[in-house]
């Protein structure tokens, strides 16, 4: 897969279940380690960053699809 997106442009991936777009996203915030290729930010590839995470969380946003509220919790 090869993508390219440029700073202020929002971006979707889509595809059936099991087309790979969760691992993508999760190697991209480094999730999952990459089995091969490269992944770029400008001029950095992201495997140099998998050392220091604090630095990719700064850079790259990912909200999975998980419903992560507190089932009991009332509006009240």
């Given at each position: 897969m090869s993508f390219g997106v440029k700073q202020g442009e929002v971006f979707a991936l889509l595809g059936?279940?099991?087309?790979?777009?969760?691992?993508t996203f999760k190697?991209?915030?480094?999730g999952e380690p990459i089995s091969g290729g490269q992944i770029k930010l400008g001029d950095t590839e992201i495997s140099e960053m998998?050392?220091?995470?604090w630095l990719l969380d700064t850079l790259i946003g990912y909200c999975p699809q998980y419903d992560c509220i507190e089932?009991?919790?009332t509006v009240e």
């Open positions: 059936v279940n099991g087309a790979g777009k969760s691992s190697c991209l915030s480094a998998y050392l220091k995470p089932p009991n919790l």
